[in-house]
């Protein structure tokens, strides 16, 4: 009787799981996909989808009504194709969509809304991949030197920067922005720029999905910061760093240059300020300054009496010169 108890009892423990594994499926089934959209150059858009984009393919529909069954008719369901990189994609033609900025997608058992206006432009896409390269710059150590004399001692203060070395620089013109970090959305720009870094970067390890992912964050945030610049003109092809930047600062320049026909390339730099302090004792003559001054005899008894007898005599002259002068005026009566 014991064992029949246990028998029964161990059914109904497998019958509840298998039941709860059936009802996760079924949720799992339902979920709607996770998708990133991109618009081709010709109007197309290329979904892919993340839990797909590595399969043996799938097919999908398309459909503008909603919480129809994956078995109705009026579904039309078509392949998926692969991008070119090898990743299985739903292809959905500009015609198919022509105005459209939302519809539905069915996968399996799956409905899963798309939104076209949250699509990112494989140029957009090809922009954040070549961040950094598109307008050619050197960098620079010397490119100022700020010098000071204190206290006979030489101080030198050499900065770096950037030097524009397009080939057609001489016919475009050029702008910039250049700020220290850290500052506001720059340096989340700065994060996410070293994930581009072709060396020590995780983006070229990235599946297509989330690199679309990845993408739209670069691209929206960098659009902001072009937007909203306060642009000022590049003089003679170079760009100084910050001024109160000191030695291995990180500090981010946008840059925009504008070509002979008008066309217009956005770029930006991530840097690190370069600066060096020297001082040199200036030879030289040490000047002394001589003063002379008149010297005084002291005064004594004794030079109290040539005074004195000094003064006798200058009266005695004054004296005899008046009666001199009065004699005159009398002969002449």
């Known amino acids: 009787m014991k064992k029949l108890t246990d028998k029964v009892v161990a059914i109904i423990l497998i019958t509840i799981f298998s039941l709860l594994i059936i009802s996760t499926n079924t949720f799992a089934e339902t979920k709607e996909k996770e998708v990133q959209i991109v618009r081709a150059k010709n109007g197309d858009y290329i979904i892919y989808v993340k839990d797909l984009i590595a399969s043996d393919g799938f097919k999908f529909a398309i459909s503008d009504e909603e919480g129809l069954e994956s078995t109705n008719i009026s579904l039309n369901y078509i392949n998926s194709v692969t991008d070119g990189e090898g990743n299985q994609v739903a292809l959905i033609e500009a015609d198919t969509v022509a ?153 981010v320049v946008l840059l925009k240059k504008t070509s002979k026909d008008g066309e217009i390339i956005n770029d930006a730099k991530f840097l690190l300020s370069y600066r060096t302090d020297n001082q040199e004792r200036i030879p030289g003559r040490v000047e002394t300054k001589v003063v002379k001054e008149t010297a005084k005899l002291p005064v004594t008894g004794d030079s109290m009496v040539l005074f004195i007898a000094l003064a006798a005599i200058v009266l005695a002259l004054v004296v005899v010169f008046i009666k001199m002068k009065k004699v005159k005026n009398q002969g002449k009566h």
């Not at 922009?127 to 030198?156: A, F, H, P, S």
């Not at 900065?159 to 013109?173: C, H, P, Q, Y």
């Not at 990235?206 to 902001?224: G, V």
């Open 99 to 251: 105005e459209k900025t939302k519809t539905n997608m069915y996968i399996n058992d799956t409905e899963t809304k798309l939104d076209f206006t949250t699509a990112i432009e494989t140029s957009d896409i090809k922009q954040v991949e070549e961040t950094t390269n598109r307008i050619k710059t050197t960098l620079k150590t010397d490119i100022e030197q700020r010098n000071e004399v204190v206290d006979g001692i030489k101080y030198t203060e050499t900065v770096g920067g950037l030097e524009i070395s397009d080939e057609d620089k001489a016919d475009s013109k050029y702008e910039y922005l250049s700020v220290r970090l850290p500052a506001e959305k720059y340096s989340d720009l700065q994060k996410l720029a070293e994930e581009l870094d072709k060396e020590n970067g995780s983006y070229e390890k990235k599946d297509m999905y989330s690199k679309i992912e990845f993408a739209k964050q670069f691209n929206n945030l960098y659009k902001e910061l072009v937007n909203t610049a306060s642009w000022q003109p590049v003089e003679n092809f170079v760009i100084k760093q910050p001024s109160d930047a000191q030695k291995n600062e990180r500090y």
